[in-house]
């Protein structure tokens, strides 16, 4: 089961917008509608951000935005602030179960 | 407030077992499916196996299949992974999540460290 290829880390200053990718299968991304994006501070737990490629739960800000197009979908982050800097990984459903990129470390310059 | 509690993880030899442990709180399990990933240190996320809401369905990673088991013992609102034949590439923290609907992990405990070692 190979993870989804994500950039092993973006960075970006305050105020500014940063986007990561997540590159998969037609077997996965490309497949179904499931995408969701986590969001982990070191030494915590990782946090639902983004579920259905571009659906918010109750709770996350706005500046967090989801797409797809194809086999990759994409993590928007607008309005960049100190606190988010952290790890961000992907996953996807596939029919033998779940799938999660390798990870992205987010720099907030 | 909807919780997950991890607990069994310790220092086992290579070849042994060990059982996990996700004590539920705030939501009952039946109807909710419930998942376990782990994390090698510096590593990560790795999905290890998921349970539906019903219970009738149970799905496991290549890299665990035939070796792990996942249960749930509704009675005691808790989900558990029966881990045998452990080998030094299962060091990781694992963490146990609650899903929204299948596959979205949408509330996670703190995790339990399970070392393999000699």
């Known amino acids: 089961q190979s993870a989804l290829t994500q950039p092993a880390s973006v960075s970006g200053s305050p105020g500014q917008s940063i986007t990561i990718s997540c590159t998969g299968t037609?077997?996965?991304?490309?497949?179904?509608?499931?995408v969701s994006w986590y969001q982990q501070h070191p030494g915590k737990a990782p946090k639902l951000l983004i579920y259905?490629?571009?659906t918010r739960p109750s709770g996350v800000s706005n500046r967090f935005s989801g797409s797809k197009s194809g086999n990759t979908a994409s993590l928007t982050i607008s309005g960049l602030q100190a606190e988010d800097e952290a790890d961000y990984y992907c996953s996807s459903y596939r029919t033998s179960g779940l799938v999660f990129g390798g990870g992205t470390k987010l720099t907030v310059l | 407030e909807v919780q997950v509690l991890e607990s069994g993880g310790g220092l086992v030899q290579p070849g042994g077992s060990l059982r996990l442990s996700c004590a539920a709180s705030g939501f009952t399990l039946s109807g909710n499916a419930m998942n376990w990933v782990r994390q090698a240190p510096g590593k990560g996320l790795e999905w290890v196996a998921s349970?539906?809401?019903?219970?009738?369905?149970?799905y496991y990673a290549d890299s665990v299949e035939g070796r792990f088991t996942m249960s749930r013992d509704i009675s005691k609102n808790t989900v558990y992974l029966q881990m045998n034949s452990l080998r030094a590439e299962d060091t990781a923290l694992y963490y146990c999540?609650?899903?929204?609907?299948?596959?979205?992990?949408?509330?996670w405990g703190q995790g339990t460290l399970v070392t393999v070692s000699s």
């Open positions: 349970i539906s809401g019903s219970g009738g369905s149970i």
């Open positions: 037609s077997s996965d991304v490309g497949g179904y509608n499931y």
């Open positions: 259905d490629v571009n």
């Open positions: 999540a609650k899903d929204n609907s299948w596959l979205v992990l949408e509330r």
